[in-house]
């Protein structure tokens, strides 16, 4: 079974900046997709942002401009920079994984994320 760890959550004030990372086991060589997905209580489940193994990147409307993703292929892992931190952005944040073996998709367990003052 994979291992998907996110870290880096924390709280932060508004217009704040926080590092998230995502690290996966496994070789590296089999991840194809890493995303980052962020749930509000009470609200649902939204994608953020995601990257490819090529270093192509998705974002979200919401965050477009403020937030960027990144990967380190070696290293297995995908980190989410968000910048301009809002309230709004409160929110456990998860890692998704989509690999070439098996388990093909997976989850991570969060890592929560608090913006303010």
């Known amino acids: 079974q994979v291992q998907v760890v996110e870290s880096g959550g924390g709280l932060v004030q508004p217009g704040g900046s926080l590092r998230l990372s995502c690290e996966v086991s496994?070789?590296?060589?089999?991840?194809?997709?890493m995303a980052w997905y962020r749930q509000a209580p009470g609200k649902q489940r939204e994608f953020v942002a995601s990257?490819?193994?090529?270093?192509?990147?998705n974002l979200a409307d919401s965050v477009k401009g403020r937030f960027s993703i990144s990967r380190d292929n070696a290293e297995n892992t995908a980190y989410l920079q968000m910048n301009s931190l809002k309230p709004e952005d409160t929110a456990v944040y998860y890692c998704?994984?989509?690999?070439?073996?098996?388990?093909?998709?997976?989850w991570g367990q969060g890592t929560h994320v608090i913006v303010s003052s």
């Open positions: 990257i490819i193994s090529s270093g192509y990147t």
């Open positions: 496994g070789s590296p060589s089999s991840t194809y997709y």
């Open positions: 998704y994984v989509q690999r070439n073996v098996s388990p093909t998709t997976s």
